[in-house]
């Protein structure tokens, strides 16, 4: 994951977490005292180094990894893409950094997350809202009311919803003044079971949403249709040479060009 996500998920942590662990927390906790922690994409690739079980070092925790690939950092290959393999209601924390871009029907697996969490447990979640296609597939960018989204669908209580917005610039975002680490904008949700959990309702609109995603598995059965002729661009003309804001009523500037080049990081 890139350094400006995990920076994002290590702020969670240190606000929702004792590094003594849950006993004498209202959420409760496991018996051992230790934090049962589910990592949901926990699998790193490549040269990443940054993990989410080293972030809880400090922490007693028990720590969990699944992801539907094996590979480093990764305890369990989930069978099914859908189905977390952790018992429910078991979980004082899940996590989820910078994977819910690379997940089809992303509202299945947080109905799956609901479903581990103890009552009082937390999921915190990071994911871009902005930034370069990446990884075999690539479907979704997040905004603090996709987190409310989420929050409604799946009767968690959202505690804290933001994006690393680009700077302002009157009215609009400056996408020029974007440095290098805030690149991919990261949004961040963090979400809570409550102690009454509506849990028969939550189970049939689980069971019914996680069998047919599981069914469907993924996009790979949906071929990328070619653009329609002359749509390449989105149906915009080749660029003008630059002539300077653009002033006349109702018009709508143009995108700022993005970096010239991603972070040396790479998201997910």
Known sequence: MHRSAYEQMELCVKEYLSAEGPAGKPSGGSASGRYRVVDLGSRISGKQTRTHRALLAGHRVDYFGVDVRDGPNVDAVMTKPYRIPVRSNSADVVLSGQAFEHIPFFW?????????????????????????????????RYYPDGFRALAAHSRLELREAYTDFPPRKGIWH????????????????????????????????R?????????????DGVPLPRPVDGRE?????????????????????RPAPGPATAPADSAG
């Open 108 to 140: 299945a697996s947080m109905l799956e997350i609901a479903r581990v969490l103890k009552p009082g447990g937390h999921a915190f979640i990071t994911a871009p809202s902005r930034g370069h296609v990446h990884d075999a597939q690539d479907c979704w």
């Open 233 to 253: 661009r989105c149906g915009r003309p080749a660029p003008a040479p630059e002539a300077g804001p653009c002033s006349a009523p109702g018009s709508v500037p």
């Open 174 to 205: 400056d996408y020029r003044a974007i440095d290098g680490t805030a690149y991919w904008g990261d949004s961040v949700g963090v979400f809570r079971k409550p102690q009454r959990y509506p849990r028969l309702t939550m189970f049939a609109v």
């Open 207 to 219: 069971e019914l949403a996680v069998w047919w995603a599981n069914r469907v598995g993924g996009v």
